[in-house]
């Protein structure tokens, strides 16, 4: 199994469709389920009962449409004139299982050639299933969609020759087909993109396709040249409105084949023909016909208000609630990880305190790709029950004014079971841990986590294929905390400045006092916030955090985002992540800022990458061929500085560059060594130790009236082996080198009342999921 990571700034940045597809099919390598039955399908995922599968497969079915759509077929058609015959065809199945009073609650619309405006690249669905308040009138919009209808054909050539004796044997009235076909009108979109733009996606770093495939079970496989399409209208299905699944159906010539979409991967049925065997069209129409909002995948936490339960897709969220869950325990099940199914309180945060909260706007961050995370992040206000019973500590007075609007955000996310940390424990446990940094993590109110069958997931009715395959399990968590500002919303270069130290002391204290490494430095996860007109740096996101020590099943995992990662990460074969990984992180990032940060401007970031840095923005190779390219010119890069911050040039940049310049010249140094037997692997497992921070100022000299870190000599090719450590490089890259670059910016340390406490954590193991609360010993603020 594979940890996360991303490229781009947010993500993969495709820029036209074949790109995409690669991203797409990278994004669900080995995580494919396919042959499944369609009976269990429809059973788990839109709730049929066996009762009505089986009234489905004894009744006689006529398909009216047939006969027009298997001529237009034979003949050669072009994909688009099948369009208005297969919806003739559903909307004949549905007037049928509405005459028998089944209550179908759907709207079919094609698209044809219409472009929707989505969250990643523009789409043109070819068809989609609405609910049926869904009028001609209505928009056309991915948050309102039920399921996407994909629709392919063969060749001409070779449709003509398999088609022409079927066409003879189906009669028809087909004034009665074209009837149909126009009593079913198009709506009309409300939005329409002609030209494509810049999507974002997330890649996996490893392909587990090899996984041992259980004999006699669905088969795992990878998407087929038709597929892709449809895995992209699952994407934007997924975005719109925080959904925990989607479905649709794919359509060759005549060959269905029925697809759901989470964050685990993907299940799709086996193939059938509905001109053969047309009962399981009519089931699949009865399905999508019937399911609700929940059966069809929408969040079933948020409500138009909290006098209201969902009852019809929301165009928008904002407006609307997302209604705290109480706590349950299923006792009699254990999910993965060995922990009990239900929804839990993380540490008792926010239990028993708050209702909903209301959303005030439109999503802040939205997940770019189609497995993994998903993470949604949306603006609002956390809402105390009217009588909660919270404890004193539970009624700490907000950061904010009361009446505020938006200063919260909530985060929806599927973290993989199989991590260590939860997010929110690790923040509460490090903030309890680490009091003097607390004011530079974010400030939790509430933390939940949803698991196993309280998620309501299909994919647990699926037990063969989430088990005996061994796909990646999730759980759902919501994490609601106060809303910070990026750095590029800074109006100062000297605030900046004041963040960017902050956010570095923040996580070098997180390094060797909780023993924890954030691992995913970027540009999105660097806030901000003012505390008593002080401007005081964030470090968000630590869902990817973990031990210093971890060796072993992390050795190979690469974590972070593309323009931001370590050169040794970008490498085809990335080594334990450590700590100067995460201080070569924060350098790119300060490099990133510097390009693209207009401080104080009235556009302060357009998120247009710069050209001299777009290759940063690429695939991993070329992100790492990039940058060691700036680090053998870095003025191609430079000379795109910001105007703001051409004083940071002599004072930050170059120091920082020059440290790292020659920290990569003990890099080469140790490829070679490589190359003569150690590899990184047996070097990344040596002891290893964080550097300790020291007040003496004896190894400093004044070189050009500045002061400089003296690096330790450079060792000779013959000793590298025992004089060059893989953890430093030599001496270089440690917090106070990288301190000392920043034109003698003097750490904080750590407060006088602190130090002999400070001095005993040194002496702790790590911190583990297991005891999060074990603070005994640590004062609090």
């Given at each position: ?25 990278a ?8 042959d ?13 009962s ?5 009234v ?15 001529k ?23 007037g ?36 049926g ?10 948050p ?65 396709t ?32 925080c959904?925990?699944w ?12 029925l697809?759901?979409y989470?964050?685990?991967g ?8 509905f ?17 609700d909002?929940?059966?069809?995948g ?57 209702s ?20 949604h992040?949306l ?13 004193d ?13 938006g ?35 974010p ?31 999730r ?7 106060d ?14 400045q ?5 956010i ?9 006092y ?16 003012r ?16 031990r210093v ?9 690469r ?5 931001f ?17 995460d ?10 800022a ?22 940063w ?12 390219a700036f680090f ?43 190359k ?6 047996q ?6 130790k964080?550097p300790k ?43 106070e080198?990288?301190m000392k ?13 602190y ?22 010993n640590?004062?609090?603020?």
């Amino acid at each position: 199994m594979s940890t996360p990571s991303k490229q781009g700034a947010t993500g993969v940045y495709v820029r036209n469709h074949t790109n995409m597809d690669a991203a797409l099919r990278a994004d669900l390598a080995g995580l494919i389920t396919k042959d499944v039955d369609i009976e269990e399908y429809v059973r788990h995922v839109y709730g049929v009962s066996t009762d009505d599968i089986e009234v489905i497969k004894v009744k006689e079915w006529k398909l009216n449409g047939l006969a027009t759509y298997v001529k237009l077929l034979g003949s050669g058609a072009r994909e688009e004139k099948l369009y208005a015959p297969f919806k003739a065809i559903m909307t004949h199945l549905f007037g049928i299982l509405n005459g028998e009073e089944r209550k179908i609650d759907v709207h079919h619309a094609s698209l044809g050639k219409t472009a929707l405006q989505s969250v990643g690249n523009v789409r043109k669905p070819d068809q989609l299933f609405f609910f049926g308040s869904h009028d001609d009138k209505s928009p056309i919009t991915w948050p309102l969609a039920k399921a996407f209808v994909e629709l392919a054909v063969t060749s001409s050539a070779q449709r003509i020759m398999s088609s022409a004796s079927a066409i003879a044997t189906i009669n028809e009235d087909e004034q009665s087909i074209h009837a149909l076909a126009v009593s079913a009108p198009d709506f009309m979109p409300s939005a329409t993109i002609p030209t494509p733009s810049r999507g974002t996606k997330r890649r996996r770093s490893t392909d587990p396709t090899d996984r041992p495939k259980p004999p006699k079970l669905p088969k795992l496989n990878v998407l087929s040249k038709e597929e892709p399409q449809a895995a992209g209208y699952a994407l934007e299905l997924l975005a719109s409105t925080c959904r925990r699944w989607a479905t649709g159906m794919v359509i060759t010539d005549t060959q269905v084949v029925l697809h759901y979409y989470d964050r685990m991967g993907a299940i799709f049925t086996k193939p059938f023909k509905f001109d053969e065997e047309p009962w399981k069209l009519a089931l699949f129409a009865l399905a999508v016909g019937r399911c609700d909002l929940v059966q069809a995948g929408f969040e079933p936490l948020i409500a138009p208000n909290v006098d209201a339960a969902l009852s019809q897709p929301l165009g928008s969220l904002k407006g609307a609630v997302l209604n705290v869950p109480k706590e349950t325990r299923n006792e009699g099940s254990v999910t993965q990880g060995g922990d009990s199914d239900g929804i839990k309180f993380v540490n008792n945060l926010g239990r028993g305190v708050y209702s909903h909260f209301q959303i005030t706007g439109d999503p802040l961050y939205i997940y770019g790709g189609l497995t993994g995370r998903g993470s949604h992040v949306l603006p609002g206000d956390l809402i105390r029950m009217e009588d909660n019973g919270a404890t004193d500590d539970q009624r700490e007075e907000p950061t904010v004014p009361v009446n505020a609007k938006g200063s919260m955000v909530v985060k929806l996310s599927w973290p993989m079971e199989k991590r260590p940390f939860l997010e929110a424990q690790t923040i509460d446990t490090l903030a309890n841990k680490i009091p003097w940094i607390k004011r530079h993590l974010p400030r939790i109110h509430c933390a939940l986590t949803i698991r196993g069958k309280s998620m309501g997931l299909p994919r647990h009715l699926f037990h063969n294929m989430t088990t005996a395959h061994k796909l990646e399990q999730r759980y759902f968590t919501l994490l609601f905390t106060d809303r910070y500002k990026h750095l590029w919303d800074i109006k100062t270069l000297d605030d900046f400045q004041v963040a960017y130290v902050g956010i570095v002391e923040c996580h070098y204290n997180v390094s060797r006092y909780g023993k924890m490494l954030h691992r995913d430095i970027s540009e999105n996860n660097l806030l901000w916030t003012r505390k008593e007109k002080e401007v005081v740096g964030v470090l968000n996101d630590w869902d990817l955090s973990t031990r210093v020590d971890v060796v072993g099943n992390s050795t190979n995992h690469r974590t972070g985002t593309g323009p931001f990662m370590a050169l040794d990460l970008l490498g085809k074969e990335p080594p334990v992540h450590l700590y100067r990984h995460d201080l070569e992180s924060l350098f790119y990032v300060l490099i990133w800022a510097a390009v693209h940060y207009d401080i104080g401007g009235k556009v302060p970031y357009s998120h247009t990458v710069d050209p001299a840095l777009e290759k940063w923005n690429g695939d991993f190779e070329e992100a790492r061929v990039a940058k060691l390219a700036f680090f053998s010119d870095a003025e191609s890069v430079l000379e795109h500085l910001q105007p703001a911050f051409e004083p940071l040039r002599e004072a930050w940049i170059e120091p920082l560059l020059d440290l790292f310049r020659k920290a990569r010249a003990n890099a080469n140094l140790l490829a070679r060594a490589k190359k003569g037997g150690q590899s990184s692997k047996q070097l990344a497992r040596k002891p290893r130790k964080l550097p300790k921070y020291s007040d003496d100022e004896s190894d400093e000299e004044r070189i050009d009236g500045k002061e400089h870190p003296l690096p330790p000599p450079a060792p000779t090719a013959h000793s590298l082996a025992v004089n060059v450590d893989f953890e430093t490089l030599g001496g270089y890259l440690t917090f106070e080198n990288f301190m000392k670059a920043l034109d003698g910016w003097e750490p904080s340390g750590v407060p006088k009342k602190y130090r002999e406490y400070a001095e005993r954590l040194l002496e702790e193991e790590p911190v583990t999921s297991t005891t999060p609360n074990s603070t005994a010993n640590s004062p609090r603020c």
